[in-house]
């Protein structure tokens, strides 16, 4: 195994966290934006609350499935352990969400309103309000991964323990073929 993918399978779940993470802010920022240029809000007061609300719902379905699929491999069985799950994660998320939903317009009130105004491919573009909502996603980022880690899709004591028994049983059942393997063919040699 090279070093790399040592690595990776050492910090898979922090590195897939940032990858899913990174793409769920980028649904959030582009749901928003979408909707201010769509609806033409402003960034300031009740309409820049609203975006940031309807982007925030939209983010958080994409996480709960990218999180509990592809992050933290949940191996939750039956409807009632899946949505009791979700609604783990809904709660956690609503926290950060009123984080999300707030933080922005207050940034903006104190002073922080700065636009991203960028020309990309012939096409200019003004992000109102940019510089408060990217604020705002590193400390919900972090605070994400912080509560789906140890609240919502926590591995209890048992389940890791029975992972480990089974992976043990699993290599021991190896071992023990390539022993018997071994005593067969010394059998045929005598």
Known sequence: MNKIEELFNKYREVIMYLI??????LVNWVTAFAIQKVFNLSEEGIEFAITNAVAWIV?????????????????TVGAKAYFY?????IGARLATGAIEITLPTLLVKLGLKQPLDVTVFDKHILYKGFWA??????????????????????????????????????????????????????????
């Open 59 to 75: 983010a958080v379905l994409f996480a709960f499935f990218t999180n509990k699929k592809y992050v933290f491999e949940s191996k």
């Open 20 to 25: 899913f993470g990174v793409a769920t802010t």
């Open 133 to 190: 909502k990217a604020i705002t996603s590193i400390i919900v980022i972090i605070l994400n991964y912080v509560f789906s880690k140890l609240f919502v899709f926590r591995k209890k004591a048992d389940e890791t323990e029975a992972e480990g028994s089974a992976e043990a049983a699993v290599e021991a059942n190896t071992e023990n073929e390539a022993v018997a393997g071994k005593d067969e063919k010394n059998g045929a040699d005598e």
């Open 85 to 89: 799950e979700m609604g783990k994660f």
